[in-house]
């Protein structure tokens, strides 16, 4: 029934790959995806150094001595530290793949600020999109478990009560 004319003036041909582009952002929000694309990188970045950093600590964790200097290590018996080198371990492997997300977003930004290609901007909106829905799960099992901890407390005190 109602039919919509794309003006010629907001499509253009891109003549290296022959695709169609269509300028759906202004020039600011153009500026603002390049100046966030920087940043974007550097925590990706910093993330994946911080995992590797858990990673370390944890063989450093699994390889102390027991008889170590440290008060606090040399009370932890074998299977205490390994336990808490496997928690190391897993909070680096959950962080792992936002961070790679993060990184990919950023070099997708930077081809589309380059290209004004809206397909790598769908991309990296794509890349985005699993990031956030990754970040959500991920809080969704974290307040769960925190939901779980409250009860747990919560009947651990009123048990406590009770036996008193």
Do not use: H
């Not at 039919?3 to 003549?15: G, L, P, R, V």
């Not at 990188?41 to 200097?69: D, R």
């Not at 930077?110 to 890349?127: C, G, H, P, Y």
């Amino acid at each position: 029934m109602f039919k919509t004319k794309k003006k010629m003036e907001d499509i253009s041909e891109n003549k290296n790959t022959n695709q169609i582009t269509v300028e759906v952002l202004s020039q600011n929000s153009i500026f603002y995806l390049r100046n966030t694309a920087p940043w974007v990188k550097f925590v990706g970045i910093a993330g994946l150094l911080m995992c590797i950093m858990l990673i370390a600590f944890a063989v450093i964790i699994i390889n102390a001595p027991i008889e170590t200097t440290n008060v606090y290590l040399a009370k932890l018996n074998s299977g205490m530290k390994n336990f808490i080198a496997i928690i190391y371990i897993f909070i680096a492997i959950m962080l792992l793949f936002p961070c790679i997300y993060l990184f990919i977003y950023s070099n997708r930004l930077k081809k589309f600020v380059k290209t004004n290609n809206t397909l790598s901007l769908e991309k990296a909106f794509a890349i985005q999109r699993k990031f956030w829905k990754y970040i959500g799960v991920l809080t969704i099992i974290i307040l769960s478990f925190m939901g779980i901890a409250i009860v747990g407390l919560f009947a651990g005190t009123i048990a406590g009560l009770l036996v008193k």
